[in-house]
């Protein structure tokens, strides 16, 4: 079972024993990526991402560090591997060729491999639990964090908290935006339904009509597989945003919970959204539910230390601190809740924003991840 195998990892203990003799890149902005960075974090990138290439202002706080840059335009995360191929060859002489479906990059292993996290052996043992169609379907979930139904194929033994909510769903009183879902229950809706074994209510009847989703910029590092309602999970890491970077009305996450149960989406994110850094809690419904000083000036260009708790399911809560390095301008940013944390839900954190003109590029550094599951 997935979620009774995670183990907790602590990746700088793990890569302490393995040279790091150069920066490697994980992604090269060409088309929106993903991999595996241990057993249980993943990545997103449809930016460029190094392991590595911090500065050593950075890299003397951050000891495992990933450097990570969104430019100005482009970059998008809805750009496939087979619209880039396909610009390549329409921008050559060659004779067009048909282009195969599109499918977005997977690349599933190989850097491990080469830098030893990852040998034949264990990578097999962490594998031979699921089947060629599951592990199929957990690649298709990597890529696209709305497809929900490739994410409960992969992991079956969570489908049973799939609906937990599913009465709080109906009543209106959760789920309350669900911008990263577009359209959530309007496609395969035989296969949105709760199970008949769990409940007999039919799946909510919705005639929204999907939408194409925002031009968005992703690069994020994430827990993976989804941790269930009632597991409690201490996380911490550590992060760094460029200064300088713009910010605007648009949704800029630094970090967010996101659920995969019912129709998925952010639970509580916190973002640099108009100049300030704020956090908003999408389940609970505030928008500035917590902020730093009130403005990005002295957050962004230092290294900030999170601290997060969080109990998932509809009796959760979630404690996170965030303490800003700086010995001259010392700041915390604390947010406390309880209720509905969501569940098959993981920490993503990095850089994922609505892409819009104007915008600054987005130069960040994260790393020294860990995640412990406490009960
Ligand atoms: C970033 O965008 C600029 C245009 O705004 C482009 O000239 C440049 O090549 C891009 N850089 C990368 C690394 O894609
Ligand atoms: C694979 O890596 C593990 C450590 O993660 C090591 O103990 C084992 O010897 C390695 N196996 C091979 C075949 O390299
Ligand atoms: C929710 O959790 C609290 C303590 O964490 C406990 O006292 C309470 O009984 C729980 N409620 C339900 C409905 O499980
Ligand atoms: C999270 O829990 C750990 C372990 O109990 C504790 O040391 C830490 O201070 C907690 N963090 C927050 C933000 O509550």
């Not at 043992?125 to 929900?148: C, F, G, H, I, P």
Request: proline share 5%; with cysteine; charged share 15%.
């Amino acid at each position: 079972m997935p979620s009774s195998s995670v183990v907790a990892i602590t990746l700088a203990a793990l890569l302490s024993t393995i040279e790091l003799a150069s920066a490697q890149l994980l992604a090269n902005g060409d088309y929106f990526q993903a991999g595996n960075i241990s057993p249980t974090w993943r990545w997103q990138a449809s930016g460029v991402l190094y392991h590595g290439r911090c500065p050593f202002s950075v890299a003397s706080q951050i000891s495992d560090c990933y450097q990570s840059v969104l430019n100005a335009t482009g970059d998008l995360e809805s750009t496939t591997q087979s619209d880039y191929l396909a610009a390549m060859s329409s921008s050559s002489a060659a004779a067009a060729q048909p282009t195969s479906p599109a499918r977005r990059s997977i690349n599933f292993g190989g850097e491990l491999a080469a830098r030893g996290v990852f040998n034949s052996s264990n990578y097999a043992v962490y594998r031979k639990s699921m089947s060629a169609t599951q592990k199929s379907a957990e690649q298709r979930a990597l890529m696209d964090d709305e497809d929900l139904e490739s994410y409960f194929e992969a992991f079956p033994d969570q489908l049973p908290y799939r609906f937990a909510n599913y009465m709080s769903y109906t009543h209106g009183s959760s789920f309350k935006a669900k911008r990263q879902v577009i359209g959530c229950g309007t496609g395969g809706t035989t296969t949105t339904q709760p199970p008949s074994s769990t409940t007999t209510t039919s799946a909510p009847a919705t005639s929204t009509t999907a939408t194409p989703p925002s031009p968005r910029q992703r690069n994020e590092i994430f827990t993976w597989p989804g941790a269930t309602a009632g597991q409690t999970w201490h996380y911490t890491w550590k992060s760094y945003q460029s200064p300088g970077t713009s910010t605007s009305y648009n949704f800029f996450h630094s970090w967010q919970i996101l659920r995969r149960d019912g129709c998925g989406g952010p639970v509580v994110t916190l973002d640099y959204l108009d100049g300030n850094v704020v956090i908003q809690d999408t389940v609970r419904g505030c928008k500035d539910c917590a902020s730093y000083m009130k403005h990005t000036l002295g957050w962004f260009g230092q290294v900030i230390y999170h601290d997060l708790n969080i109990t998932y399911g509809l009796n959760g809560s979630i404690n996170y601190l965030a303490k800003v390095s700086n010995a001259l301008r010392p700041g915390m940013l604390r947010y406390s809740a309880t209720g509905d944390m969501g569940s098959s839900a993981s920490l993503k954190f990095g850089a994922y924003r609505r892409a819009i003109s104007g915008m600054s590029p987005s130069t960040s550094y994260v790393g020294d991840f860990t995640q412990t599951q406490l009960a």
